[in-house]
């Protein structure tokens, strides 16, 4: 997940925040038959585990629990899920922007499927990329301004109901 995040206002892209994008179109079975693609050279192992917060997702089926580490500084924003090869089913990564503004993801260096939930201040999802394609560098648009993007297991969305309009409660919607 070593991507640009590109707001609006800026053509190029800022180096200072990496993201992740690819939005799947094709199901999850087609996505068991393409070949595997080789790890990049700039995985490190052992990458540490950034500092661990709560996070509530208000859907339809209920709320809906996870334990997420917070993507909070330029250099956390910037290596991201990079090189990790699983997300905990209840666990992901949030990225904190401080301030809203339209934010494209992109999968560089991530090597496993992640649904991308883009959050607007008010806590309320405008938009879902679900199932990203691993190492896929076609970005995927926030669909408005975005103060955060949660990042989950790819397919964990669909597993759990999770749809735009969903209400995160986390402590950076409180501002």
Request: hydrophobic share 45%.
């Amino acid at each position: 997940m070593n991507p640009f995040l590109r707001a609006a206002s800026r053509p190029a892209p800022l180096l200072a925040a990496a993201f992740v994008a690819a939005l799947a179109v094709a199901p999850a079975a087609s996505a068991r038959s393409r070949p595997p693609i080789p790890a990049p050279s700039r995985c490190a192992v052992g990458q540490p585990t950034l500092r661990l917060e709560p996070l509530d997702i208000v859907t339809a089926r209920g709320v809906q629990h996870f334990r997420v580490e917070m993507a909070d500084t330029d250099d956390s924003r910037e290596t991201g899920l990079m090189c990790r090869t699983s997300v905990p089913a209840n666990g992901g990564m949030l990225f904190d922007f401080g301030t809203p503004q339209p934010v494209s993801f992109w999968m560089k260096n991530t090597l496993v499927p992640l649904d991308m939930l883009f959050i607007g201040a008010d806590g309320r999802i405008i938009n879902i990329a679900r199932n990203t394609r691993p190492l896929d560098e076609t970005p995927a648009p926030s669909g408005g301004p975005a103060l955060a993007v949660l990042e989950l297991r790819g397919g964990r969305a669909a597993e759990l109901g999770i749809a735009p309009g969903d209400l995160v409660r986390q402590r950076i919607f409180r501002r």
